[in-house]
């Protein structure tokens, strides 16, 4: 059964080994509003194919940070169709599809604030190009696929928490990656994939300001480029992220961790999510009451392409009256939603920490440089936020986003149904497997090459959690 979630705000909102082949991706990411000025309201509005050898790891570059005083989303740089052409392209671990702009888009963005040429995807500029048509096999993985139009091909709807919107039509084609063939080494492969030519946008997805070239999806349904290398025999599914907020940057990859060690939690099932069960939670040994729903549930979800943390507003409350209660401080509201307040001292020597407790003996601890950020200088504000967020049946949900993921390596172990982490230098590398028995390190890249904010209008993510797919 599919949980599906509504979400009563909008919130802002990120294989490889069979027994014969392996093959691990990295990806270089940069956080899309790298040293871009925002204001707080823009916080919640985000908020091979085989070769001749067998595969290793591959590697998507990581850029940009996960800091709520600094940036807050994460982008990468991938390579589609013959010959190659190189797009942006945010990572959500919310949603299912690589979409693309394509041409052409009268509605699609022509520019961005972010540093790049944004490109649009020409389907006759490229010789492996094909059109999914209705009887296609990837067709079939879309709700209302029965639907399909035979004179137009397998299309898709794509609507985001913050009613943005996407929509074209399926091409399968070459998507190029970094394997890693040594030591902090790659080397190009190409993949055959099925992603969608979008050519109608709507919402933050048109703005220049915020503009990428698409949107790639890392989670569970069959339609994610995760799941079709999958399919194809080429990969588990297993990716990792670790995103470095002191720095910028860090590391996501594609395949099998092997070291740092990570402990896991199991993952929720049949979930559109990447849920976990959340057994206890407490400030510094202080515990705070969880609803009963979120606990029998797995009313938690673990999504990388939020950016901040996203609580019912009886937990919110008794979470602020508790940390406050351990270092008084005046607060006062700004943007209507952010709990500020002015300090002179180390935050991280005069706040504690929160601990989340899951399945089997999991934590997650979240220190005082990640919960709160510096809005100016001596102010700061809390990135916890009330989410308002509830299934169909009503029942409250937990969000939890990069403030929390951050500075930790995450394991998303699809295979094994779990999810993981463990704290980590994100700057430094990690050491992953592949199906030969080797083991590789990837390091960490950072794609931003834009200073970090310091006053008032630091930005946070733009795009949000992915809330409802319709498939025309």
């Known amino acids: 059964m599919e949980s599906r979630i509504k979400f009563c705000v909008a919130v802002a909102v990120f294989i490889i080994v069979t027994e014969i082949a392996s093959c691990h991706f990295v990806f270089e990411v940069q956080h899309k509003f790298a040293g871009k000025g925002k204001n707080l309201a823009h916080f919640k509005s985000h908020d091979t194919r085989r070769h001749s050898r067998m595969l290793a790891s591959v590697d998507l570059p990581l850029g940009g940070d996960s800091r709520v005083d600094s940036v807050g989303l994460y982008f990468t740089k991938i390579k589609l169709g013959t010959p190659p052409k190189e797009y942006h392209v945010q990572v959500d671990t919310g949603s299912d599809i690589l979409w693309i702009n394509c041409?052409?888009?009268?509605?699609?963005?022509?520019?961005?604030?972010?540093?790049?040429?944004?490109?649009?995807?020409?389907?006759?500029?490229?010789?492996?190009?094909?059109?999914?048509?209705?009887?296609?096999?990837?067709?079939?993985?879309?709700?209302?696929?029965?639907?399909?139009?035979?004179?137009?091909?397998?299309?898709?709807?794509?609507?985001?928490?913050?009613?943005?919107?996407?929509?074209?039509?399926?091409?399968?084609?070459?998507?190029?990656l970094d394997q890693v063939t040594g030591n902090l080494l790659t080397g190009p492969l190409a993949q055959e994939v099925v992603f969608g030519c979008g050519s109608d946008q709507s919402g933050q997805l048109g703005k220049s300001e915020s503009a990428v070239d698409g949107v790639m999806g890392f989670g569970q349904a069959n339609t994610s480029v995760l799941s079709q290398l999958a399919a194809a025999g080429d990969a588990k599914r297993v990716f990792s992220h670790c995103l470095d907020n002191v720095k910028g940057g860090g590391i996501f990859a594609i395949g099998v961790v092997d070291s740092p060690a990570v402990k896991t939690t199991p993952m929720v099932p049949n979930q559109m999510h990447y849920n976990v069960v959340l057994m206890e939670m407490d400030v510094d040994g202080a515990s705070l009451d969880l609803p009963q729903s979120i606990v029998r549930k797995g009313g938690t979800i673990i999504d990388s392409g939020t950016t901040l943390a996203y609580l019912p507003q009886a937990l919110y409350d008794s979470l602020i009256e508790t940390?406050?209660?351990?270092?008084?401080?005046?607060?006062?509201?700004?943007?209507?939603?952010?709990?500020?307040?002015?300090?002179?001292?180390?935050?991280?020597?005069?706040?504690?920490?929160?601990?989340?407790?899951?399945?089997?003996?999991?934590?997650?601890?979240?220190?005082?440089?990640?919960?709160?950020?510096?809005?100016?200088?001596?102010?700061?504000?809390?990135?916890?936020?009330?989410?308002?967020?509830?299934?169909?049946?009503?029942?409250?949900?937990?969000?939890?986003?990069?403030?929390?993921l951050s500075n930790k390596l995450v394991v998303y172990d699809l295979e094994n149904e779990v999810i993981g982490w463990t704290d980590h230098n994100c700057s430094s590398s990690i050491k992953v497997k592949d199906g030969s028995g080797g083991v590789f390190s990837v390091g960490a890249d950072n794609l931003s090459s834009a200073p970090p904010l310091l006053l008032i209008g630091k930005l946070l993510a733009i795009l949000s959690t992915f809330v409802a797919v319709a498939f025309n």
């Open 103 to 176: 041409s052409p888009c009268p509605k699609c963005p022509s520019k961005t604030n972010l540093g790049f040429s944004l490109s649009l995807y020409d389907v006759n500029a490229s010789s492996t190009s094909k059109k999914v048509g209705c009887d296609d096999d990837f067709c079939s993985f879309i709700s209302n696929s029965d639907s399909c139009q035979p004179d137009r091909g397998c299309s898709y709807h794509i609507v985001y928490a913050d009613q943005s919107t996407s929509e074209g039509n399926f091409i399968r084609d070459n998507l190029s």
């Open 323 to 404: 940390i406050t209660s351990r270092q008084p401080v005046k607060l006062h509201i700004v943007e209507e939603t952010f709990q500020c307040f002015t300090f002179t001292k180390d935050v991280n020597q005069a706040f504690p920490p929160v601990n989340f407790h899951f399945e089997d003996s999991l934590k997650l601890t979240v220190y005082p440089h990640d919960y709160l950020f510096s809005l100016e200088s001596e102010m700061y504000c809390f990135g916890w936020q009330v989410g308002g967020m509830t299934t169909e049946d009503r029942s409250e949900v937990i969000l939890l986003g990069d403030m929390v």
